[in-house]
């Protein structure tokens, strides 16, 4: 079996006295797609802020591909390369088109020559069905169009993990399917995702894996249908029990 993509070892983040993450272990290997659930405040969006390294860690290990991306004497900015990150919010800025949103880190942050950069991009928004829109202004989008435009970019530069926070809870809810449609075609093609989601259906229709997360720790992990349909601990059980009475399963 090949060596995980991403290997966090004894993940520890703290908020002054307050434990955000409990020694959290965690793989994730090449084409796997993995969800994270659990109730707000568990830790999923401060597990993939420290993966992605946009937190400092007090405790533990990022590894990605081997290397120790978390080790102090590695370049963030370098390590960030291999992974692509799309938040809640979709952070497009406003002054600039779509094309520029999508070519601006891959020119100024990894040198790629700016044609190279616009034919990536081009061809990120055919995919992502929005090949007429690379001229528009993000305020001339539907929520559901920026969060694609955010997902385009997330890929501009080819990551080895793409991590996904929670990328339909700003959006209404006749705007989730299409976002969700997206992320189902990526998870199809192979791509290695780890992703934070309330979307219970989703995670038990496209995850290979998913792991319940509570008080910064992670309680349960299995495949969706033994976590959804018969999970091991009492702490999951509640959970799922309180979303199925939510309509949310």
Excluded: W
């Excluded at 991009?121 to 829109?133: I, K, M, T, Y």
């Excluded at 929520?143 to 996904?164: D, E």
């Amino acid at each position: 079996m090949t060596a995980p993509v991403l290997r966090v070892r004894g993940l520890v983040k703290r908020y002054g006295g307050n434990t955000v993450l409990a020694g959290v272990d965690l793989d994730v290997r090449e084409h796997e797609v993995v969800a994270l659930i659990g109730s707000s405040g568990s830790g999923k969006s401060t597990l993939l802020r420290c993966v992605n390294l946009l937190e400092e860690l007090d405790d533990g290990q990022v590894l990605l591909d081997g290397e120790d991306v978390s080790d102090p004497r590695v370049d963030a900015d370098v390590a960030r390369r291999g992974m692509g990150i799309v938040f809640q919010s979709f952070n497009l800025f406003p002054h600039m088109n779509v094309l520029d949103n999508i070519t601006l880190a891959p020119r100024v942050v990894h040198g790629v020559p700016r044609a190279e950069a616009e034919r990536r991009a081009v061809e990120l928004l055919d995919r992502v069905g929005l090949a007429d829109r690379a001229d528009s202004y993000p305020d001339r989008l539907s929520g559901g169009q920026q969060q694609r435009v955010a997902i385009a970019r997330a890929l501009a530069y080819s990551p080895r993990l793409l991590l996904l926070d929670e990328i339909t809870s700003a959006l209404d809810p006749e705007l989730v399917g299409e976002v969700l449609s997206l992320v189902r075609e990526l998870a199809d093609a192979g791509r290695t995702i780890l992703m934070a989601t309330h979307e219970m259906g989703f995670a038990r229709q496209v995850a290979d894996r998913v792991c319940f997360l509570d008080g910064g720790r992670l309680i349960e992990s299995g495949p969706p249908d033994r976590v959804f349909g018969a999970p091991e601990h009492e702490r999951t059980r509640q959970f799922l029990r309180r979303i199925v009475e939510a309509g949310r399963l």
